[in-house]
Nanobody
């Protein structure tokens, strides 16, 4: 059964960088569209970026050019490289196998919650000086 464990979160200053990891077990990454979501206090959960089973990537406008999603099939790990971080990027970040990437990118589905699909426990990112 597919299972995710995220890591790599922490405290970083504005303009700094972090790399999050999402280690998968129980199935191969190539079988799933996998999305990074984030949830900030007082805000709705939102999708951030997604990679399809074939490796096509999609980004929310607010992170385009700053964040990069990548996957290492051999290591069964998904990464989220985050550069030039803003305070507004502060959130709990989850990786998940939920809907197809296009559902989020097109706006058809603004977001999802952990009741749908397979989610990791999340890793906290705090951007603050």
């Amino acid at each position: 059964q597919l299972h995710f464990v995220e890591s790599g979160g922490g405290l970083v200053q504005p303009g700094g960088s972090l790399r999050l990891s999402c280690a998968a077990s129980g199935a191969t990454l190539e079988n799933y569209d996998i999305t990074w979501f984030r949830k900030a206090p007082g805000k709705e959960r939102e999708w951030v970026t997604c990679t399809t089973s074939h490796g096509t990537t999609y980004y929310k406008d607010s992170v385009q050019g700053r964040f990069t999603i990548a996957r290492d099939i051999a290591e069964s790990t998904l990464y989220l490289e985050m550069n030039n971080l803003y305070a507004e990027d502060t959130a709990l970040y989850h990786c998940a196998a939920a809907r197809a990437c296009w559902s989020y990118y097109s706006g058809e589905v603004p977001s999802d919650d952990p009741d749908f699909g397979v989610w990791g426990q999340g890793t906290q990112v705090t951007v603050s000086s």
